[in-house]
């Protein structure tokens, strides 16, 4: 059975930092492209990042970018998303999916605020 869990969101101030972090199992990680998602009230969902089997090659939104970092650890069958610099725009609900074969699954999301 596939799992995908997200952890690590919450509420934090705007300039403040979290790192949500998608725990996974049922497949092979190691051979997944893992993706990062995130969806805010009202709007379309949107590819925040993504990183390659690899871990070489990652790539991000421009609205993120210098501010976020996409990570996996393999052994922990882990992706992580270090999110720096946070806005009031990144409020949403983010959402870890892995990608093989032409599949892809989705976790269930975790909910990141940023307000003062």
């Known amino acids: 059975q596939v799992q995908l869990v997200e952890s690590g969101g919450g509420l934090v101030q705007p300039g403040g930092s979290l790192r949500l972090s998608c725990a996974t199992s049922g497949f092979t990680f190691s051979r997944s492209t893992m993706r990062w998602y995130r969806q805010a009230p009202g709007k379309e969902r949107e590819l925040v990042a993504s990183?390659?089997?690899?871990?070489?090659?990652?790539n991000y939104d421009d609205s993120v970018k210098g501010r976020f970092t996409i990570s996996r650890d393999d052994a922990k069958n882990t992706v992580y998303l270090q999110m720096n610099s946070l806005k009031p725009e990144d409020t949403a609900v983010y959402y870890c999916t892995a990608g093989y074969n032409g599949m892809e699954w989705w976790g269930q999301g975790t909910q990141v605020t940023v307000s003062s």
């Open positions: 990183i390659t089997r690899s871990g070489r090659d990652t």
